[in-house]
């Protein structure tokens, strides 16, 4: 949770608390009730949203596999990736 907290914004962190959101882990699937009255003052419903998970145990570790539709392909282009990997230091520096 520390580690949430440095990366986000203090303006980020208030926005997330004012959506006033709960949320449930069941066995089957994750539940996340959000309030958007922070983030459009005319709705004030409660918006409710249901994500399937499949329980993957392994040892003592249970990891919360989200369900696609699919298998996704995936292609890597490393001239990319060492343009970024290059570039990532100086993004830093400039921008902090």
Do not use: N
């Not at 449930?24 to 699937?29: G, I, L, M, R, S």
């Not at 993957?56 to 570790?61: N, S």
């Amino acid at each position: 949770m520390d580690a949430l907290l440095k990366e986000i914004t203090a303006s980020q962190y208030v926005a997330l608390q004012d959506l006033d959101t709960r949320i449930e882990v069941h066995a089957d699937h994750i539940g996340i009730a959000v309030r958007l009255s922070a983030l459009a003052p005319q709705d004030d419903a409660l918006h409710l949203l249901s994500f399937p998970v499949e329980r993957l145990r392994r040892g003592q570790v249970v990891k919360l596999i989200f369900s696609g539709s699919e298998a996704v392909s995936v292609s890597c282009d490393s001239r990319l990736v060492g343009l970024v990997t290059e570039t990532h230091p100086v993004r830093k520096m400039v921008i902090g």
